[in-house]
């Protein structure tokens, strides 16, 4: 134990940064046991500590460990830490702990003590043996939206934008952050490097930790939680490649299950450990236990900035649509529509494009709108296309 509060003195040393990712706000500190989902490099652990800060209690009552570090019993960590007066336990990487599901439901009903974990975003939380989602308050942290890029990379306080507002008022909300900083110019930094935080550590290393970060995921956390094998994940990252060269509107499951070598019931297991991982987005299609049911209407990688390391040849259109899809799908509910790209919260439709995308698709249809790319401000029914970056 002393080992470990030792480690947890220096963890708690750390600096901690400012910026407070947009999921902060939203946690219930009252709760006695929280989980923290996401995928690997996205700052879940820079949050946690953000939030033991709020807690306000003085580093002896709170003790963070890692799960790949201990040999114990989480169980038994928890109840010798209580007994010297702990009030706060912090578990990262919970996944890599054996029988966790059970260790986390005998901590919360035989020790009095509050529990923050972390996992990876693959942890199948709701078919695991033991039910915690009766226990747990669950939350999952996203990569970085836009607004929250800019506000670390400039120092910037932006607030998020509400959807209704920002299409009914986006020309005047657009004028005014035009005044701190110019939209396009970072827009295209964000493309680049700006969907995880530790772009603060080094722009030019950064496709080579997400290339690495990527690995672990598939390597490590997919192949462990999902019990595939090394070969087999080997297949899924081709798998991911195929995925990345494919026009969404041109998906064809049949061909892409060929091009892989797999069966078509394969590829809808591959496909739902890769939604899982949040290393895709699928638009449509249903899910049951750990496979995907029927064909979905699109699949997009989770984020623009996995086609820099996963495509050789990006598709703009598909790079668009990706973004608005990763910056609406937080908050809001997005579906495939037969009559622009997009259907939000069963209610907007939405046909994206670049600065020239006209409204012929959807001119008869109410409550449309054109996310346009590379135009800093529009009008009427337009909308700048990096204006959906600062919903979160």
Request: proline share 2%; with cysteine; glycine share 6%.
């Amino acid at each position: 134990m002393q080992r470990l509060i030792e480690l947890s003195n220096l963890y708690f040393s750390l600096p901690t940064p400012t910026f407070k990712r947009y999921l902060f706000d939203k946690i219930d500190l009252k709760a006695k046991l929280i989980g923290i989902l996401g995928q690997r490099g996205v700052g879940k652990t820079t949050l946690i500590r953000q939030i033991a800060q709020q807690y306000a209690l003085p580093v002896e009552k709170m003790l963070y460990i890692s799960a790949d570090n201990v040999a114990q019993k989480l169980s038994d960590i928890a109840i010798e830490f209580s007994r010297l007066g702990g009030e706060l336990l912090i578990i990262d990487e919970i996944h890599k702990a054996n029988d966790f599901a059970l260790e986390l439901k005998t901590i919360y009903d035989f020790v009095d003590i509050k529990v923050i974990f972390s996992g990876s975003s693959a942890l199948e939380i709701e078919n695991s043996k033991v039910d915690l989602s009766r226990r747990a308050l669950f939350y999952e942290l996203g990569a970085l939206s836009f607004r929250e890029f800019v506000s670390i990379k400039l120092g910037l306080t932006l607030e998020p934008v509400d959807l209704k507002d920002l299409l009914t008022k986006h020309q005047t909300i657009a004028h005014e952050i035009k005044k701190s900083f110019k939209p396009l110019e970072y827009f295209a930094k964000y493309k680049q490097y700006g969907c995880y935080p530790f772009f603060t550590e080094g722009e030019l290393s950064y496709n080579l930790r997400l290339n690495e970060i990527v690995n672990i995921i598939l390597d490590s956390e997919v192949a462990t939680i999902y019990n595939v094998e090394s070969d087999k994940i080997a297949t899924i990252r081709k798998l991911l490649h195929l995925l990345c060269s494919s026009v969404p509107m041109e998906l064809n499951i049949q061909n892409l299950a060929k091009s892989a070598g797999i069966s078509r019931n394969t590829l809808y297991s591959y496909l739902y450990y890769l939604k899982k991982a949040n290393l895709i987005e699928i638009i449509g299609g249903n899910f049951k236990g750990k496979k995907l049911l029927n064909k979905p209407d699109k699949i997009y990688l989770d984020n623009i900035n996995l086609y820099n390391i996963l495509c050789e040849n990006k598709n703009t259109g598909a790079l668009r649509e990706s973004f608005f899809v990763s910056q609406i799908k937080e908050s809001h509910s997005v579906k495939y529509s037969t009559e622009g790209d997009f259907m939000v919260d069963e209610k907007y439709i939405f046909e994206i494009g670049g600065k020239n995308k006209s409204f012929k698709q959807i001119k008869d249809t109410k409550n449309s709108f054109v996310a346009a790319d590379e135009i800093e401000i529009g009008s009427g029914g337009k909308i700048p296309l990096w204006l959906f970056g600062f919903l979160y």
